[in-house]
Nanobody, 122 residues
């Protein structure tokens, strides 16, 4: 499984960014796809997850109402639309995949991509 994240960058507070994760190497039926982030000096934390088949979604409380996770089965991508960005959203964002359904805050994923850096200026 290969996961390639992209779309990070520098944005002002209140702005928006759209991250994308290109997934390849197998079919992802039955998988859960997740986004995580790690801020400087902090532990990696869960952001959002979506089930591949029917798109059930789960968000961390810190991003509810501002971030939207989605998947495009035809393109094998998982996206994270980030609106109303705050300084505290600054982090390296990682996409991940787990070969079961899991809709809770957990780090127990099977595959991880490289990160894409998001910097929000205040």
């Amino acid at each position: 499984v290969q996961l390639q994240a992209s779309g990070g960058g520098l944005v002002q507070a209140g702005g928006s960014l759209r991250l994308s994760c290109a997934a390849s190497g197998r079919t992802f039926s039955g998988y859960t796809m997740g986004w995580f982030r790690q801020a400087p000096g902090k532990e990696r934390e869960f952001v959002a997850a979506i089930t591949w088949n029917i798109g059930i979604i789960y968000y961390a409380d810190s991003v509810k109402g501002r971030f939207t996770i989605s998947r495009d089965s035809a393109k094998n991508t998982v996206n994270l639309q980030m609106n109303s960005l705050k300084f505290e959203d600054t982090a390296v964002y990682y996409c991940s995949a787990k070969n079961t359904i899991v809709l809770r805050d957990t780090q127990d994923y099977d595959f991880w991509g490289q990160g894409t850096e998001v910097t929000v200026s205040s």
